[in-house]
């Protein structure tokens, strides 16, 4: 089987930690399309006479740049306006802002000397002058205690503060609102302050978009804030993983592992890149520990089995692919390798079942309806279906000579010399050893045309 380093771990546990069934007003973190763009398209606020100071987010970096210049700390607070928390929405057909919900804000904004912007349809940000993470906290409270009949406040709130590590003032903005993606797991009438975690997410949401430099720099800036945070070196590790600098991966996840132990990502994260670094028996060590740690997690039992079967313990391979295949039994790949194991414990009936389930998760997987193909015609038996299955995983893969050799070997039980030869020839012609079976149909062919 081919190694693919995005087979890597990655944030398993926070992600289970936090991803809690998604309600209206909740970040979907499935979505790989990186929440940033939806501000920069955020559309300008509407003249209402109510809000005749809301800036856009180009309107607040200016006014963080000049008015704000020489405060030696800055509170901002971005903050999402949930419509199904059953605010008033009144004039929000005319204006697409529910007022009821944009007027508290307003009025706090004022009421501690801050200057507030429309960062996106339902998101605003506060930015307060001589104000600390601490100082938001309490103004966010206050934010959430407007609505005291409200069995759910109507708002899910990120903070952020300037200074915090290198990070300029205007970028206060960015990271509230990191701090507000971070929030948006807890979900409405929650509160949350920009920390290592919220860059965590941030990387992860870089990491989906294909960035992994900005999913690094996310992740170090992290480890910055927390460098005890397991899953950020877990994240870096599988970064490093990614761009095939397996020895900085390395260091991440042992290091990770030092922190905690017990956590089955780094350490199955170990044993991945040693596999893919040709050490099998420590891979699968690292595999095993990790099962100890959390039993039957899919891509454990799974490495477990495949690694069992290249280390030719076929028959200790047999139970975790097995068991790989109740916990993901939508894995073609785990039935497939369940298939190549029974196929060489010579268990050939249940080895078509396993292959006919990984081509029935994945009709496009050539090599399966090839090795089904086989089966039956070792086992002499449907022949016309085993044609049928060869043919189709030649079309699939048409330069696979050991395909079109087992296609021909099916042509030749069924006596169909000519298109047995033809794909013998073509089989040889792509580098497969058929010159036997080439040399065999000929002799058949004349003997036919003799008789």
């Not at 206050?142 to 709130?157: H, M, S, V």
Request: charged content about 20%; glycine content about 8%.
């Amino acid at each position: 089987m081919a190694r693919h380093s995005s087979d890597l771990f990655k944030n398993r546990s926070t992600t289970q930690e936090f991803l809690f069934s998604p309600s209206d007003g909740i970040i979907d973190v499935g979505d790989t399309q990186n929440a940033l763009t939806s501000r920069d398209n955020a559309a300008a606020p509407h003249p209402n006479a109510h809000f005749s100071d809301m800036l856009d987010r180009q309107g607040l970096i200016h006014a963080i740049d000049t008015h704000m210049a020489s405060a030696s700390s800055l509170c901002a607070i971005a903050v999402r306006i949930d419509w199904a928390a059953g605010v008033k929405v009144d004039n929000a057909k005319e204006t697409g802002i529910p007022e009821d919900g944009v007027i508290s804000i307003a009025t706090l904004c004022r009421a501690h000397k801050g200057t507030w912007a429309r960062i996106a349809s339902d998101r605003f940000t506060c930015v307060f002058p001589h104000h600390t993470a601490g100082d938001g906290q309490v103004m966010a409270r206050e934010l959430l205690d407007a609505f005291p009949d409200a069995k759910i406040p109507p708002f899910t709130i990120g903070v952020a503060a300037y200074p915090t590590l290198n990070y300029t003032r205007t970028q206060i903005v960015e990271n509230a609102e990191k701090a507000l993606e971070h929030a948006g797991f807890f979900g409405p009438g929650t509160i949350t302050v920009f920390d290592a975690v919220s860059l965590n997410i941030s990387g992860d949401r870089h990491y989906q978009a294909g960035d992994i430099a900005g999913a690094m720099e996310e992740y170090k800036n992290g480890l910055l804030l927390d460098p005890a945070d397991v899953n950020l070196h877990n994240s870096l590790g599988v970064c490093h993983g990614v761009l095939k600098d397996y020895n900085h991966a390395l260091s991440a996840f042992e290091y990770a592992i030092w922190l905690a132990p017990e956590e089955v990502m780094p350490i199955y994260n170990k044993g991945y890149i040693l596999l893919l670094t040709g050490k099998r028996k420590e891979a699968l060590t690292c595999f095993i520990e990790a099962d100890a740690c959390e039993p039957n997690v899919f891509e454990v039992i799974f490495h477990i089995g495949q690694t069992y079967i290249e280390m030719g313990a076929t028959d200790k391979a047999r139970p975790y692919l097995e068991a790989a295949t109740l916990a993901n039994s939508r894995s073609g790949p785990a039935f497939k390798s369940l298939g190549a194991c029974l196929d060489k414990l010579g268990l050939t009936k249940e080895a078509i079942q396993a292959y006919k389930s990984a081509v029935k998760i994945n009709p496009g997987d050539a090599e399966s309806l090839s090795l089904l193909g086989r089966l039956y015609t070792e086992r002499r038996e449907s022949l016309d279906v085993a044609s049928v299955l060869c043919e189709q995983s030649v079309r699939l893969s048409p330069d696979n000579g050991l395909f079109r050799h087992r296609l021909g070997h099916i042509y030749l039980n069924q006596g169909r010399l000519d298109h047995a030869l033809a794909e013998f020839e073509l089989a040889a012609a792509l580098g497969h050893e058929s010159q036997p079976q080439i040399e065999e149909t000929q002799d058949r062919m004349m003997a036919s045309k003799a008789s």
